[in-house]
């Protein structure tokens, strides 16, 4: 089925049937953040944002934290006084983007910058500039976000440093995390594309030491004979999530080969209650203990929880969130009905880029997986986003070329009437996904995230943008 005619109805819109056509932001009055806050006036041109950014900006103390290339390929790092909105920038000159590669190297959007605290021990982590590369990572002095120095400094980090001896190399998509008592994981995959391995690993501030997990989170073992017998693979993930009971959740889909995305099949789902030593499926049957060296694989029973075919057109890594009752929400975009042109390349032709659609996928209490019928996805294509409101309200927001939006549903009738609003106007905009400050949305219930605040002309910035979750409540409210 396909979602049909976009009608506009005051600031929102809904939809009814017909064939499905592309949104039109700019038939919509844009909401408007609450706060823009500038960073920088000209950044890197080609990319600063990315769906792996997990995670881009974090808040602590005061003080929130966000990393980027500046225009001359630095690693950046900004910090805004929650307080006041001024902020600093601080650049590091001997991290240079794509140092000594050629020019494609330096457009390479997979080099991207994370970011994670440690409050234990009032450290912030930095990890930046991989594809298939030895590990980047750095950590500021301890006390760093604690006792907030006046103005920072190059001082105040430390050398570029090894997480631990033997940890795995050739790392792409590194990611920060804190369970819900702050301790710090990190998270990358060792490998290329279709032939991947991940790893995981845990910080102990009291020590101020890594320890790994398992280099081997998934294995990419296993033959799948929808795509040719194919006999390698890896995991793309989603958000990696800690629920409030300290229940790690990860969501993800395979992918048989690096040449085309149309190998990307179905949406998996596992758990873990002792921080990702071992791993349980859908129904709660333990599938793998990484303390005895055994790997999720595509073999492992229970993990498919919706079957979404090869040829789909599913999109690897995009957005998953919690809501109030610890239910994992994914958004992610894909084709209704597979599709196989007659030269399979990385993307799919051009001209048929008009059948993906944006779809929301949950679990419901008795662990049952649910999807939406599509939601319209503006082109060129952006990966979507997904937040819980504390009334579980989803929101699920993206950019467009003429600013970002949001679609949006309430959980009162189980997420089946979807509006869409206009958060901004043309002026902001990412290449990618904007993840948000996951602690100012849990804490303080502000969707906050960064942007680019030079869309209409040459170059590009960097700037934080707040939107409060109640008054996009309200927007919804006033139309329905």
Known sequence: MRLGWIVAVGGLMTTSGGPLHAIDPASLSPIAPDQAVPVEAEAWPHFNWMSFDQEKVVSYGGYQYSVFWDADRRLTLARRNLETDSVQ????PDYLLAEGLGERQKRNAHRNIVAGISPGDGRLHLSWDHHNDDLNYTRSNEGF???????????????KQELLDGAPQGVTYPRFFNDPDDTLFFFYRS??????????FEYEHNQGEWSMISDRLFG????YPEWDDSDSRNAYM???LFDDTGRLHITWVYRETYETWASNHDLHYAYSDDHGRSWKNNSGETIADTQ????ITIDSPGIVVFEIPVFSWLMNQCGMTLDSRNRPHVATFHMEEPFEPEQVRHDPPEEDHDRLNYYH????????WHRSDPLPLPLPRRRPMIVAAPDDTILIYFATEKGFMAHAARAENEWQDWKSLRLTDS????NDVSKPDFRRLREDNILSFTADPKALEEGSGFAFLDFSIERLLEEMEREE
């Not at 920038?89 to 590091?92: G, Q």
């Open 89 to 92: 920038t601080l650049h590091f």
């Open 145 to 159: 976000l604690a006792e907030a120095p006046e103005e920072m400094s190059l001082d105040d980090f430390e050398e």
């Open 191 to 200: 490998g290329g594309s279709g032939r991947g391995d991940i790893a995981i």
């Open 220 to 223: 990419r073992e296993g033959v």
């Open 238 to 240: 989603h958000d990696l």
């Open 292 to 295: 005895k060296g055994e790997q």
């Open 361 to 368: 996928y949950w679990r419901d209490d008795d662990g049952k």
């Open 427 to 430: 002026y902001y905009r990412v």
